[in-house]
Nanobody
């Protein structure tokens, strides 16, 4: 069974930066597609960024140029570097693992952007 643990969330001022991490255990990591999603209160969960096993990335338009997704296959970890944060980036951020029939989620980490 895949187990995902996110970390790195917190409170940051507008214009600041945070780096989220998601450690994966219990399954084959390097061939999996990994993603970050976010859900603000009262809204649906939306895609933020994804990275394939081959390293191809995809970003939501709202975060392009500000966020960077990366993965370290030796550490079974995926990262989300978030720069130039805005109040509208406030949400719970979830890590996602997809491989074959497996689609698993972490428990989420809160990111709050406020002065």
């Amino acid at each position: 069974q895949v187990h995902l643990v996110e970390s790195g969330g917190g409170l940051v001022q507008p214009g600041g930066s945070l780096r989220l991490s998601c450690a994966v255990s219990g399954s084959y990591f390097s061939g999996a597609a990994m993603g970050w999603y976010r859900q603000a209160p009262g809204k649906q969960r939306d895609l933020v960024a994804t990275v394939t096993g081959g390293g191809s990335t995809n970003y939501a338009d709202s975060v392009k140029g500000r966020f960077t997704i990366s993965r370290d296959n030796a550490k079974n970890t995926v990262y989300l570097q978030m720069n130039s944060l805005k109040p509208e980036d406030t949400a719970v951020y979830y890590c996602n693992y997809k491989r074959l029939a497996v689609n698993s989620w972490g428990q989420g980490t809160q990111v709050t952007v406020s002065s």
